[in-house]
């Protein structure tokens, strides 16, 4: 499934909670040959505007060798190193510094796209120019460990999604310890984690534009016995978004996949069977524990250039099956997706079994 660059963007941006943040930079679809060339563009933007209102400081504790005393004297220190002996103390003190883990996390990203091959010509001279500009920032090996040592307050709020920002090309740059490049990887290739960041995005989305109460529970199984030992083998109901409000639940299990919807040897298109069988289980155990009427589960499957909506009565249960189709501009997108998750199921549009233009209900 090949989404556009610029629509992963804005699903990174909803997943962070930065969707305000990401309206600010300007930028054309056209302009990108791949992922690295997007996220070198937004992090330069930023990098360009940090340097022009000033990097964030902080009061770093230095300890040095010194003529004199300043700050606090180490003395254990001192007489063990035989300082005295020059003239010397070993002493600690407060320095307002440049030299901060969000600058050295910048500093060290700029430096790695600069040796990136794929990446645009012109982007990389601005990563390159803008890392020559961190004058009295340390040049550090860039580690996950790192960014979990960055202090984000109120005053340098943005400093948080250039975090992010750094952190994605971070997880994605592949070394070639023979010869020393570059690459990004294209995560768009990998199903789980488009799967994680497609579910973060809905979720974010609900939170956003509607009403609803979200949430993602934990889902009981009803009225189950067993002895201690066999029960730790039944396998958790852990949901992805369950939407409240009013007598009405939803509860919304989020697909991506490179096809939806699967097509067996005759032709024949079908649900997938394990994911009809998980909401189903899902709709089931909740209603059987809350007693709600008005309850519906949701298959929502991201795609490409393809939408459905399947409406199913199975067993009592309420089950729609549908799509939001990825490619296509991001501002349809939102609409498209508000319109699904505010669109009210009327019972009597949906027949016992599964409407006309459904794919054949028969799982395996």
């Known amino acids: 499934m090949k989404i556009p660059i610029l629509n992963i963007y804005y699903l990174l941006c909803y997943a962070w909670n930065f ?45 040095e060798d010194l003529r004199g005393i300043r700050g606090k004297l180490n003395l254990a220190t001192t007489i063990k190193r035989n300082l005295l002996l020059n003239a010397k103390t070993n ?28 990446l645009n010509h012109d982007q990389k001279e601005r990563s390159r120019n803008l890392y020559w500009r961190f004058t009295g920032v340390s040049n550090v090996r860039l580690t996950t460990k790192l960014f979990r040592t960055v ?3 109120r005053n340098n709020r943005f400093y948080l999604f250039l975090m992010q920002i750094c952190r994605i090309i971070h997880e994605n740059l592949l070394v ?21 960041l497609f579910e973060k995005f809905v979720k974010t ?10 949430t993602s529970p934990r889902i009981d199984w009803f009225e189950t016995s067993g002895s201690e030992s066999d029960l730790r083998y039944l396998p958790n109901m852990e949901t992805d978004i369950v939407l409240e409000l009013a007598k009405r639940t939803i509860i919304l299990d989020t697909k991506f996949y490179s096809s939806p919807i699967t097509t067996n040897q005759y032709g024949k298109k079908r649900i997938k069977s394990d994911n009809l069988y998980q909401i189903f289980s899902y709709v089931t155990n909740w209603s059987l524990e ?23 009565k199975i067993g009592g249960q309420t089950i729609r099956v549908c799509s939001i189709d990825l490619s ?28 006309a233009n459904s794919p054949e209900l028969i799982v395996s």
């Open 328 to 355: 296509q501009n991001w501002r349809k997108i939102e609409e498209d997706l508000l319109s699904i998750v505010d669109h009210k199921l009327r019972n009597d549009t949906v027949p016992n079994n599964l409407n």
């Open 290 to 312: 809350h007693g709600k009427e008005d309850l519906e589960g949701w298959l929502l499957y991201a795609a490409v250039d393809d939408t459905f909506d399947y409406h199913y």
């Open 19 to 63: 969707i305000d943040e990401a309206e600010t930079v300007v930028l054309k679809p056209e302009t990108f040959d791949g992922p690295v060339d997007l996220f070198a563009k937004v992090l330069n933007d930023g990098v360009a505007r940090l340097i022009s209102r000033g990097l964030d400081r902080d009061y770093l504790v230095i300890q």
């Open 91 to 118: 002493c600690s003190f407060d320095e307002f510094s440049y030299d901060i883990p969000q600058n050295q996390i910048l500093k060290a990203t700029l430096r790695n796209l600069t040796l990136v091959d794929s």
């Open 151 to 153: 202090r984000i307050h």
């Open 176 to 196: 070639n310890e023979i010869d020393g490049t570059v690459q990004f990887r294209d995560f768009r290739k990998d199903e789980a984690r488009m799967g994680a």
């Open 205 to 214: 989305f609900c939170e956003r534009h509607t009403q609803y109460k979200v």
